[in-house]
T-cell receptor, first 111, second 112 residues
Framework: DAGITQSPRYKITETGRQVTLMCHQT?????MFWYRQDLGHGLRLIYY???????DKGEVPDGYVVSRSKTENFPLTLESATRSQTSVYFC??????????FGPGTRLLVL | GENVEQHPSTLSVQEGDSAVIKCTYS??????FPWYKQELGKRPQLIID?????GEKKDQRIAVTLNKTAKHFSLHITETQPEDSAVYFC???????????FGTGTSLTVIP
């Protein structure tokens, strides 16, 4: 589990601000994912990436931007945070067609 | 896309009893079904998985069964212990193999 980390672990921001959540993995996994977890909705996929410079939308991509210039990093940016983006964000990584391993999560509160 | 439904949403059992959580999926192309356990305030952790070429897999007190024809799979926990209390998520992969679709979770409480 120590192979995938997220920062910050907790973040409080205000509506309209830009926020970037970081994700770093040391396994050289091809795939990386961003989920948000809200009560009653389980885990919902925001964006994923199959390799460096290849990203694709998930179920709930609106309001988020991702990039992947290096295999090990997959930052998630909220361009203009809204209260509805208050959530717990999990990053995950996997080999091709393998299980996903999750980071410790980032708790984000948008005031 | 894939739709995964999970039942029940909450489950309480006495310590030592068995617990069963059921999931159904819609995409017949799905061929990989992991189960995750999430303790309060922690990350989801993989506890067992099954691929479509087998019908059952067991790991100590945990087992998963898969019925491809009916498109459902189940998690079985025997001899439950208080430390089994957590939220459990099932998932099914997409037809490309690399995205997962998660169920909405089952909150399991094991009563000592």
């Amino acid at each position: 589990d120590a192979g995938i980390t997220q920062s910050p672990r907790y973040k409080i921001t205000e509506t309209g601000r830009q926020v970037t959540l970081m994700c770093h993995q040391t396994w050289s996994h091809s795939y990386m994912f961003w989920y948000r977890q809200d009560l009653g909705h389980g885990l919902r996929l925001i964006y994923y990436s199959a390799a460096a410079d290849i990203t694709d939308k998930g179920e709930v991509p609106d309001g988020y931007v991702v990039s992947r210039s290096k295999t090990e990093n997959f930052p998630l940016t909220l361009e203009s945070a809204t209260r509805s983006q208050t959530s717990v964000y999990f990053c995950a990584s996997s080999e091709i067609q393998g299980p996903q391993y999750f980071g410790p999560g980032t708790r984000l509160l948008v005031l | 896309g894939e739709n995964v439904e999970q039942h029940p949403s909450t489950l309480s059992v006495q310590e030592g009893d068995s617990a069963v959580i059921k999931c159904t999926y819609s995409d017949s192309a799905s061929n990989y079904f992991p189960w995750y356990k999430q303790e309060l305030g922690k990350r989801p952790q993989l506890i067992i998985d099954i691929r479509s070429n087998v019908g059952e897999k067991k790991d100590q007190r945990i087992a998963v069964t898969l019925n491809k024809t009916a498109k459902h799979f189940s998690l079985h926990i025997t001899e439950t212990q208080p430390e089994d209390s957590a939220v459990y998520f099932c998932a099914a992969n997409s037809n490309t193999g690399n995205q997962f679709y998660f169920g909405t979770g089952t909150s399991l409480t094991v009563i000592p």
